[in-house]
């Protein structure tokens, strides 16, 4: 835990917050003090823009069988705050949609993109995954991450998902269970 602390802070200080220190004075001081951000500790623990396991070389690696060029339509849902599609659009100079389907993760992505000035390339958006619709025939990959398990209707996902895929996309699929 000591080892992190360094790259914890430098998280917190590049997102223009500070770090709440545990208190000296006990539990009544601490307990005075705000609760650390959850969406925060999540970046310090998987890096910027990320909430859930990846980082660079984790999406290059992920979408190398796909063979990602500039001409592709990339979909990834349940994409965070945007961070796998940063990555993406730094390797590869596409376009990225992105579905979330936490608002408040879909808030601060926003002001994630517009700071890493990926908003033009990363379109992120709020959504259901038991309930939603995609455009028919338009993407070339759809990367969908820890995202199937949680689903009480998977077909349907499935169904939705395989509407909005061109003849001979590719979906790639990363559930940890």
């Known amino acids: ?9 430098r998280a917190s200080n590049d997102a223009g917050r500070t770090m709440v220190r545990p208190s000296k004075a006990g539990p009544s001081q601490a307990s005075r003090e705000p609760p650390l951000d959850p969406i925060m500790l999540q970046q310090w623990i998987y890096g910027p ?17 796909v063979g990602v060029t500039s001409e592709m339509t990339l979909l990834d849902l349940n994409a965070g705050m945007g961070g ?14 992105a579905f979330e389907r936490h608002p408040d993760l879909v808030k601060a992505g926003a002001t994630f993109l517009r ?3 990926a908003g033009r390339n990363v379109q992120l958006a709020a ?8 455009r028919a ?12 398990s949680t689903l009480s209707n998977k ?12 003849p001979f996309a590719q979906v790639v699929i990363a559930d940890f269970v």
């Open 49 to 65: 823009g990320n909430v859930i396991p990846g980082d660079e070389a984790y999406f290059k690696e992920l979408l190398s069988p």
């Open 115 to 117: 700071k890493h000035k």
């Open 127 to 134: 959504y259901d995954p038991e309930n939603f619709a995609l």
């Open 137 to 148: 025939g338009f993407y070339d990959c759809v990367m969908v991450r820890e995202l199937v």
């Open 155 to 166: 077909e349907a996902f499935f169904q939705a998902v395989s509407v909005g895929l061109k």
């Open 84 to 97: 796998a599609g940063v990555a993406i659009v730094k390797a590869s100079k596409n376009y990225v949609s």
């Open 1 to 9: 835990l000591a080892a992190c602390l360094p790259r914890w802070r």
